[in-house]
Protein backbone atom coordinates (compact mmCIF):
# COMPACT_ATOMS: atom_id res chain seq x y z
CA UNK A 1 0.00 0.00 0.00
CA UNK A 2 1.03 3.52 -0.41
CA UNK A 3 2.35 5.10 3.25
CA UNK A 4 -0.52 7.76 4.21
CA UNK A 5 2.06 10.46 5.20
CA UNK A 6 2.89 13.39 2.98
CA UNK A 7 5.81 14.37 1.53
CA UNK A 8 8.03 16.95 2.74
CA UNK A 9 6.87 20.13 0.84
CA UNK A 10 4.34 19.02 -0.91
CA UNK A 11 1.44 20.98 0.71
CA UNK A 12 0.89 24.75 2.08
CA UNK A 13 0.02 24.85 6.17
CA UNK A 14 -3.68 25.36 6.44
CA UNK A 15 -5.28 28.81 7.48
CA UNK A 16 -8.63 29.70 8.77
CA UNK A 17 -10.17 31.29 5.98
CA UNK A 18 -10.64 35.16 5.67
CA UNK A 19 -13.73 35.02 2.96
CA UNK A 20 -17.19 35.42 4.72
CA UNK A 21 -20.15 32.97 4.96
CA UNK A 22 -17.96 29.87 2.44
CA UNK A 23 -19.96 27.44 0.51
CA UNK A 24 -19.25 24.29 2.01
CA UNK A 25 -21.27 22.86 -1.60
CA UNK A 26 -19.41 24.79 -3.74
CA UNK A 27 -15.68 24.07 -6.02
CA UNK A 28 -14.77 26.65 -8.23
CA UNK A 29 -11.95 25.41 -11.00
CA UNK A 30 -9.59 27.56 -12.64
CA UNK A 31 -9.19 26.31 -15.91
CA UNK A 32 -9.79 28.02 -19.49
CA UNK A 33 -11.58 25.63 -21.19
CA UNK A 34 -15.55 25.17 -20.23
CA UNK A 35 -15.84 21.98 -22.32
CA UNK A 36 -13.53 20.31 -20.27
CA UNK A 37 -14.57 16.56 -20.82
CA UNK A 38 -12.95 15.86 -17.60
CA UNK A 39 -14.85 18.68 -15.41
CA UNK A 40 -18.23 18.12 -17.43
CA UNK A 41 -18.43 14.33 -16.43
CA UNK A 42 -17.07 15.62 -12.59
CA UNK A 43 -19.81 18.46 -12.61
CA UNK A 44 -22.06 15.81 -13.33
CA UNK A 45 -20.85 13.62 -10.52
CA UNK A 46 -20.92 16.13 -7.68
CA UNK A 47 -23.96 17.59 -8.59
CA UNK A 48 -25.66 14.23 -7.73
CA UNK A 49 -24.00 14.59 -4.06
CA UNK A 50 -25.49 17.80 -3.97
CA UNK A 51 -22.20 19.77 -5.03
CA UNK A 52 -22.02 22.34 -7.58
CA UNK A 53 -18.94 23.01 -9.53
CA UNK A 54 -18.40 26.37 -10.92
CA UNK A 55 -15.64 26.81 -14.05
CA UNK A 56 -13.87 30.15 -13.84
CA UNK A 57 -11.37 30.77 -16.68
CA UNK A 58 -8.63 32.60 -15.14
CA UNK A 59 -9.00 35.89 -17.04
CA UNK A 60 -12.90 36.22 -16.11
CA UNK A 61 -11.75 35.64 -12.25
CA UNK A 62 -11.79 39.10 -9.91
CA UNK A 63 -10.37 39.01 -6.66
CA UNK A 64 -10.23 41.68 -4.29
CA UNK A 65 -8.24 41.81 -1.06
CA UNK A 66 -8.72 44.53 1.51
CA UNK A 67 -6.59 44.04 4.66
CA UNK A 68 -6.99 40.38 5.69
CA UNK A 69 -10.21 39.95 3.41
CA UNK A 70 -10.64 38.70 0.46
CA UNK A 71 -13.35 38.72 -1.94
CA UNK A 72 -13.98 36.89 -5.11
CA UNK A 73 -16.32 37.37 -8.60
CA UNK A 74 -16.74 34.89 -11.56
CA UNK A 75 -17.65 36.83 -14.53
CA UNK A 76 -19.29 39.44 -12.42
CA UNK A 77 -21.37 37.35 -9.78
CA UNK A 78 -19.86 36.89 -6.54
CA UNK A 79 -18.48 33.21 -5.36
CA UNK A 80 -17.46 32.67 -1.48
CA UNK A 81 -16.23 28.38 -2.85
CA UNK A 82 -15.53 25.76 0.07
CA UNK A 83 -12.48 24.30 -2.42
CA UNK A 84 -10.63 25.98 -5.23
CA UNK A 85 -9.19 23.80 -7.91
CA UNK A 86 -6.08 24.08 -10.16
CA UNK A 87 -6.57 22.72 -13.25
CA UNK A 88 -5.37 23.13 -16.83
CA UNK A 89 -5.25 26.67 -17.65
CA UNK A 90 -3.23 26.73 -21.02
CA UNK A 91 -1.88 30.15 -21.89
CA UNK A 92 -3.75 31.59 -18.72
CA UNK A 93 -1.51 29.17 -16.37
CA UNK A 94 0.78 31.78 -14.80
CA UNK A 95 -2.07 33.59 -14.20
CA UNK A 96 -3.92 31.23 -12.73
CA UNK A 97 -0.66 30.18 -10.70
CA UNK A 98 -1.13 33.64 -9.10
CA UNK A 99 -4.45 33.76 -8.40
CA UNK A 100 -4.40 30.20 -6.23
CA UNK A 101 -1.44 31.78 -3.95
CA UNK A 102 -3.43 34.81 -3.12
CA UNK A 103 -6.56 32.47 -2.70
CA UNK A 104 -5.05 30.41 -0.23
CA UNK A 105 -2.81 32.92 1.42
CA UNK A 106 -6.17 33.89 2.19
CA UNK A 107 -7.04 30.62 4.41
CA UNK A 108 -9.25 29.12 1.51
CA UNK A 109 -9.14 25.49 0.80
CA UNK A 110 -7.07 25.04 -2.76
CA UNK A 111 -5.78 21.55 -4.36
CA UNK A 112 -3.83 22.26 -7.03
CA UNK A 113 -1.93 25.10 -5.37
CA UNK A 114 0.89 27.35 -7.06
CA UNK A 115 3.49 25.52 -6.01
CA UNK A 116 1.77 22.08 -7.32
CA UNK A 117 0.88 23.95 -11.03
CA UNK A 118 4.25 25.59 -11.34
CA UNK A 119 5.69 22.13 -10.86
CA UNK A 120 3.65 20.50 -13.10
CA UNK A 121 4.21 22.77 -15.61
CA UNK A 122 8.43 22.63 -14.90
CA UNK A 123 9.83 19.39 -15.90
CA UNK A 124 13.01 20.39 -14.12
CA UNK A 125 11.05 21.55 -11.09
CA UNK A 126 9.68 18.32 -11.27
CA UNK A 127 12.55 16.42 -11.60
CA UNK A 128 14.20 18.19 -8.59
CA UNK A 129 11.34 17.52 -6.42
CA UNK A 130 11.52 13.83 -7.39
CA UNK A 131 14.99 13.79 -6.34
CA UNK A 132 14.65 15.76 -2.84
CA UNK A 133 12.06 13.81 -1.95
CA UNK A 134 13.65 10.57 -2.38
CA UNK A 135 11.70 9.32 -4.87
CA UNK A 136 13.23 7.16 -7.24
CA UNK A 137 14.47 9.08 -10.51
CA UNK A 138 16.98 9.64 -12.96
CA UNK A 139 19.54 11.97 -12.54
CA UNK A 140 19.50 15.42 -13.91
CA UNK A 141 21.67 18.00 -14.51
CA UNK A 142 20.92 21.38 -15.39
CA UNK A 143 23.28 25.00 -16.06
CA UNK A 144 25.31 26.13 -19.33
CA UNK A 145 28.56 26.02 -18.16
CA UNK A 146 30.14 23.66 -20.93
CA UNK A 147 33.27 22.31 -18.39
CA UNK A 148 30.27 21.75 -15.54
CA UNK A 149 28.23 19.81 -17.43
CA UNK A 150 30.21 17.81 -19.06
CA UNK A 151 31.90 16.82 -15.96
CA UNK A 152 28.81 16.10 -14.37
CA UNK A 153 27.92 13.92 -17.29
CA UNK A 154 30.74 12.00 -17.22
CA UNK A 155 29.63 11.11 -13.97
CA UNK A 156 26.19 10.14 -14.50
CA UNK A 157 26.52 8.57 -17.78
CA UNK A 158 24.80 8.08 -21.09
CA UNK A 159 22.98 8.35 -22.93
CA UNK A 160 21.31 11.90 -21.78
CA UNK A 161 18.51 13.67 -23.18
CA UNK A 162 17.81 17.18 -23.23
CA UNK A 163 14.24 18.63 -22.19
CA UNK A 164 12.74 21.87 -21.82
CA UNK A 165 12.98 23.76 -18.20
CA UNK A 166 9.28 24.77 -18.93
CA UNK A 167 5.90 24.04 -20.90
CA UNK A 168 3.15 25.72 -21.53
CA UNK A 169 0.06 23.20 -20.30
CA UNK A 170 0.12 20.82 -17.80
CA UNK A 171 -0.52 18.31 -20.34
CA UNK A 172 2.60 18.39 -22.35
CA UNK A 173 3.66 14.86 -22.19
CA UNK A 174 4.18 14.37 -26.08
CA UNK A 175 5.23 17.89 -26.72
CA UNK A 176 8.10 17.13 -23.84
CA UNK A 177 9.03 13.83 -25.51
CA UNK A 178 8.74 15.24 -28.82
CA UNK A 179 11.56 17.93 -28.11
CA UNK A 180 14.05 15.62 -26.49
CA UNK A 181 17.03 15.88 -27.58
CA UNK A 182 19.38 12.97 -27.11
CA UNK A 183 23.06 12.59 -26.97
CA UNK A 184 24.99 9.67 -27.22
CA UNK A 185 28.48 10.40 -25.96
CA UNK A 186 30.21 13.18 -24.66
CA UNK A 187 31.15 14.45 -28.54
CA UNK A 188 27.57 15.11 -28.62
CA UNK A 189 26.83 16.50 -25.69
CA UNK A 190 29.77 19.22 -25.77
CA UNK A 191 28.35 20.05 -29.03
CA UNK A 192 24.83 21.02 -27.66
CA UNK A 193 25.85 22.89 -24.73
CA UNK A 194 28.51 25.72 -26.51
CA UNK A 195 26.50 25.90 -28.92
CA UNK A 196 23.37 28.73 -29.26
CA UNK A 197 20.97 26.13 -28.53
CA UNK A 198 21.63 25.21 -24.79
CA UNK A 199 21.09 28.43 -23.72
CA UNK A 200 19.32 27.90 -20.60
CA UNK A 201 16.16 26.79 -21.67
CA UNK A 202 17.30 23.00 -21.18
CA UNK A 203 17.76 20.55 -18.74
CA UNK A 204 20.06 17.05 -19.17
CA UNK A 205 18.51 14.12 -17.79
CA UNK A 206 19.64 10.75 -17.94
CA UNK A 207 17.93 8.64 -20.60
CA UNK A 208 15.79 5.85 -19.12
CA UNK A 209 16.12 2.58 -20.33
CA UNK A 210 13.24 1.05 -22.91
CA UNK A 211 14.14 -2.61 -21.84
CA UNK A 212 11.72 -2.95 -18.72
CA UNK A 213 8.03 -2.82 -18.03
CA UNK A 214 6.63 0.69 -18.31
CA UNK A 215 3.48 1.51 -16.76
CA UNK A 216 1.16 4.90 -16.46
CA UNK A 217 -0.88 4.62 -12.72
CA UNK A 218 -3.52 7.14 -12.64
CA UNK A 219 -3.84 8.30 -9.12
CA UNK A 220 -6.65 10.27 -6.76
CA UNK A 221 -5.13 11.54 -3.38
CA UNK A 222 -2.32 9.88 -4.38
CA UNK A 223 -3.52 6.40 -4.18
CA UNK A 224 -3.55 4.38 -7.69
CA UNK A 225 -6.99 3.77 -8.92
CA UNK A 226 -6.33 2.82 -12.48
CA UNK A 227 -3.17 1.25 -14.39
CA UNK A 228 -2.26 1.05 -18.14
CA UNK A 229 0.81 -0.89 -19.90
CA UNK A 230 2.59 2.17 -21.24
CA UNK A 231 3.14 1.13 -25.36
CA UNK A 232 3.52 1.84 -28.45
CA UNK A 233 0.77 4.47 -30.23
CA UNK A 234 -0.34 1.45 -32.96
CA UNK A 235 -1.03 -0.41 -29.68
CA UNK A 236 -4.16 -0.63 -27.14
CA UNK A 237 -3.41 -0.59 -23.70
CA UNK A 238 -5.28 -3.21 -22.01
CA UNK A 239 -5.65 -2.44 -18.08
CA UNK A 240 -3.70 -4.09 -15.52
CA UNK A 241 -6.40 -5.53 -13.00
CA UNK A 242 -3.59 -5.89 -9.91
CA UNK A 243 -0.56 -3.20 -9.37
CA UNK A 244 2.43 -4.63 -7.56
CA UNK A 245 3.16 -2.99 -3.92
CA UNK A 246 6.33 -2.07 -5.03
CA UNK A 247 5.10 -0.33 -8.56
CA UNK A 248 2.35 1.14 -5.89
CA UNK A 249 4.14 2.65 -3.66
CA UNK A 250 6.70 3.99 -5.74
CA UNK A 251 3.78 5.89 -8.27
CA UNK A 252 2.32 7.19 -4.70
CA UNK A 253 5.61 8.52 -3.53
CA UNK A 254 5.67 10.55 -6.80
CA UNK A 255 2.43 11.74 -6.50
CA UNK A 256 2.20 12.79 -3.07
CA UNK A 257 5.68 14.82 -4.13
CA UNK A 258 4.39 16.78 -6.88
CA UNK A 259 1.11 17.05 -5.00
CA UNK A 260 -1.16 16.80 -8.24
CA UNK A 261 -4.99 16.02 -7.82
CA UNK A 262 -5.57 14.01 -9.96
CA UNK A 263 -2.10 12.92 -11.31
CA UNK A 264 -0.88 10.57 -13.32
CA UNK A 265 3.29 8.99 -12.41
CA UNK A 266 4.87 7.15 -15.50
CA UNK A 267 7.24 4.60 -13.93
CA UNK A 268 9.39 2.23 -15.70
CA UNK A 269 11.57 -1.06 -14.60
CA UNK A 270 15.34 -0.63 -15.11
CA UNK A 271 15.29 -4.14 -16.53
CA UNK A 272 13.17 -6.90 -17.59
CA UNK A 273 11.62 -8.06 -14.32
CA UNK A 274 13.80 -6.59 -12.02
CA UNK A 275 10.90 -5.18 -9.96
CA UNK A 276 13.44 -1.70 -9.67
CA UNK A 277 10.80 1.10 -10.09
CA UNK A 278 11.43 4.61 -11.29
CA UNK A 279 9.86 7.88 -11.87
CA UNK A 280 10.19 8.87 -15.29
CA UNK A 281 7.49 11.78 -15.21
CA UNK A 282 4.39 13.15 -13.37
CA UNK A 283 1.40 14.66 -15.50
CA UNK A 284 -0.50 17.41 -12.64
CA UNK A 285 -4.22 16.78 -13.87
CA UNK A 286 -3.67 14.62 -17.03
CA UNK A 287 -5.83 14.94 -19.98
CA UNK A 288 -8.64 12.75 -21.32
CA UNK A 289 -6.52 9.76 -22.16
CA UNK A 290 -8.17 7.56 -24.69
CA UNK A 291 -6.71 4.06 -23.72
CA UNK A 292 -8.43 5.04 -20.23
CA UNK A 293 -11.76 5.64 -22.05
CA UNK A 294 -11.42 2.55 -24.37
CA UNK A 295 -9.84 0.67 -21.18
CA UNK A 296 -13.52 1.24 -19.34
CA UNK A 297 -11.54 3.11 -16.25
CA UNK A 298 -11.92 6.84 -17.16
CA UNK A 299 -15.22 6.71 -15.05
CA UNK A 300 -13.29 4.95 -12.96
CA UNK A 301 -10.34 8.06 -11.76
CA UNK A 302 -13.19 10.18 -12.67
CA UNK A 303 -15.72 8.68 -9.49
CA UNK A 304 -12.74 8.17 -7.40
CA UNK A 305 -12.12 12.17 -7.68
CA UNK A 306 -15.07 13.08 -7.34
CA UNK A 307 -15.52 11.57 -3.78
CA UNK A 308 -12.46 12.69 -2.81
CA UNK A 309 -13.52 16.22 -3.53
CA UNK A 310 -16.87 15.40 -1.41
CA UNK A 311 -14.94 14.37 1.60
CA UNK A 312 -12.25 16.91 1.49
CA UNK A 313 -15.41 19.84 1.35
CA UNK A 314 -16.89 17.47 4.30
CA UNK A 315 -13.56 17.60 6.39
CA UNK A 316 -11.50 19.96 5.19
CA UNK A 317 -7.53 19.72 4.54
CA UNK A 318 -7.73 17.06 7.14
CA UNK A 319 -9.27 14.94 4.07
CA UNK A 320 -6.17 14.69 2.29
CA UNK A 321 -4.58 12.12 4.52
CA UNK A 322 -7.13 10.18 5.32
CA UNK A 323 -9.37 9.62 2.01
CA UNK A 324 -8.84 6.49 0.04
CA UNK A 325 -10.38 5.05 -2.51
CA UNK A 326 -12.62 1.81 -2.03
CA UNK A 327 -10.82 -1.37 -2.13
CA UNK A 328 -13.34 -2.12 -5.19
CA UNK A 329 -12.03 0.36 -7.15
CA UNK A 330 -10.00 -1.84 -9.75
CA UNK A 331 -8.21 -4.09 -7.73
CA UNK A 332 -6.17 -1.60 -5.92
Excluded at 94 to 104: M, N, R, S, V
Excluded at 207 to 228: D, E, I, K, M, S
Aim: glycine share 8%; with cysteine.
Amino acid sequence: MCPDGLVSGAVAPYRKSTMKKLDSRSVVVLARDRDDFDLKVLSSMLGSRGIELQIADPLDLAIQCEGPEIRMWNNDSPVRPGLVIGWRSGASALHAIKQLDAIEQAGIDVLNSAVVLLRGLSPFLKSVTLQTNSVPHYPIISGKAPSGVLSMADRVGYPMVARPLMTRDLDARAAVRGQDIVFEDASTLKEFVTGKAASGHFYMQLRPPRTGQRLRVFCVNHHPVACLPDVPDERQADPLAILSEPAAHVAGLASRAIGGHPSMVEISEDRPGSRNWRVEDVTVCPGPDPDLSRAGLHETVMRAQAQFLAARLAEGPKARGGWRPPSAVHGF
